[in-house]
């Protein structure tokens, strides 16, 4: 029997099907016809991209930021020969492609905490989840993981740390862990000095050294908040201490993270940087599909290089360990600051030194709620977006 009569075509939503991972989703799709089709296609502004989504993978919904949109997708449809999907907007038509009911799995690929809710609903809904949008786990770990648990979701990880810590988990006994090991690239700035950092552009900081992503997160991994957001997410996906969590920077992103025991073995997951690998893992686990990556060239590297985060030159991963211990609504409240910091510089409306600088004042005036739920959560994020946009303009 061939892998393709084995499985059975599985239904999905991609959340963010515009985006870095959406459109690597697509691509994984695309190699692999008779094992996924697309039911459900959301995106935010796009509506170029999307209509030619809509024409090559006829999803029956798609889903846009406003009305306005919805109309201009419509308008780009037209001519199209191709059924006409169903077209909704806003939080309502996120949450109605997070849970339709011909859909198998959700992939969570938003960015930034525009996630949460929609992936919250698929959960509720019993979708399988695979899940690249972190700052859901950052701003709710404890109620998403509890929803997950009680819904039977198991959330499949697509952050290719997280992918790789899952596959260095296989076939072993928690009981045996010792720590997890999550390796971090350094950035763009890892070897720049700490007196430059004034004069940074958005553009220098958007310029990663070997992952090609989305803007948000490749600010986020100049400041090393992507890799704090990470041991935050780490945390809930796989029950472990941010004390067990320690961050090793690796400058040629091949080691994707590894797994210590407690008999010093430490497993590794490697492979070249593309987010292919991590995104067809979490959609066919525990089958691997043929995807046709090339494996590392070991030769050509030479290689592999590793080192101790510096916290004092990239705070941020120090703040977010720091949220990660104090749970609370800490972690949402680093979250949502460090998306309107972020924001504020692509705007050049700060400098990079003040992004951690607006999220460190922030974070110790916040007043934070024990174990929050979900409007305690948003609560906290709204609050946050607040403070850090008059901080900004001050
Ligand atoms: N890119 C990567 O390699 C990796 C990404 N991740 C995580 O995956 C997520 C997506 O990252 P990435 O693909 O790089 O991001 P991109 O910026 O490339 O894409 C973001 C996607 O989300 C949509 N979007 C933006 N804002 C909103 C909103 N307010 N409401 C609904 N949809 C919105 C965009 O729509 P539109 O374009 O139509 O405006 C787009 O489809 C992030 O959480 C990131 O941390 C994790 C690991 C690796
Ligand atoms: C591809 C991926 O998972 C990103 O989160 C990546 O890890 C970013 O690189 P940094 O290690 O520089 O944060
Ligand atoms: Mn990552």
Not at 54 to 60: I, N, R, S, T, Y
Not at 190 to 200: A, G, I
Not at 356 to 364: G, H, R, S, T, V
Request: proline fraction near 6%; charged fraction near 20%.
């Amino acid at each position: 029997m061939s892998l393709s009569d084995k499985i059975r075509v599985k239904n999905l939503t991609i959340l963010g099907s515009t985006g870095s991972i959406g459109k690597s989703t697509l691509g994984v799709v695309r190699k692999f016809p008779d094992q996924f089709k697309i039911r459900a296609l959301a995106a935010h502004t796009s509506i170029d991209a999307l209509a030619e989504q809509v024409v090559e993978f006829l999803p029956e919904l798609v889903v846009v930021r406003d009305k306005d949109l919805a109309g201009k997708l419509s308008t780009a449809l037209q001519g199209a020969s191709t059924p006409h999907p169903y077209i909704m907007y806003g939080e309502e038509g996120y949450q109605k492609a997070a849970t339709l009911d011909s859909v198998d799995m959700v992939v969570s690929s938003m960015v930034g905490a525009a996630g949460l809710l929609p992936t919250l609903a698929a959960i509720r809904a019993r979708k399988q989840v695979a899940l690249a949008n972190k700052e859901t786990l950052v701003m709710a770990g404890a109620l998403v993981m509890r929803e997950a648990r009680e819904n039977g979701v198991k959330l499949m990880p697509i952050d290719s740390e997280h992918s790789a810590i899952f596959q260095c988990l296989q076939g072993n006994d928690r009981k045996d862990l010792d720590k997890i090991l999550l390796t971090a690239s350094g950035g763009p700035f890892r070897t720049v000095s700490r007196e430059k950092f004034e004069s940074l552009k958005p553009e220098d900081a958007l310029s990663h050294p070997t992952w090609d992503m989305g803007a948000k997160i490749t600010i986020d991994s100049s400041t090393l908040m992507n890799k704090g957001l990470e041991v935050i997410e780490a945390k809930w996906l796989f029950d472990v201490r941010q004390q067990d969590i320690q961050v090793v920077v690796h400058p040629q992103s091949i080691v994707h993270s590894m797994v210590a025991y407690k008999d010093g073995s430490v497993i590794a997951q490697l492979g070249v940087p593309d987010m292919a690998g991590a995104i067809a893992y979490a959609m066919s686990y525990p089958d691997r599909l043929p995807l046709g990556q090339p494996i590392p060239d070991f030769f050509a590297l030479g290689s592999l290089e590793f080192f101790e985060p510096d916290l004092e030159k990239f705070p941020c991963l120090a703040l977010a360990q720091q949220a990660c211990r104090d749970e609370q609504t800490y972690p949402a409240v680093l979250n949502a600051a460090n998306e309107i910091a972020v924001q504020a510089f692509l705007d050049h409306q700060i400098r990079f030194p003040q992004i951690p600088q607006l999220i460190e004042k922030c974070l110790n005036v916040h007043t934070p709620s024990a174990r929050p739920d979900l409007e305690q959560i948003l609560e906290a994020d709204a609050w946050a977006r607040d403070y850090i946009k008059q901080a900004a303009r001050s």
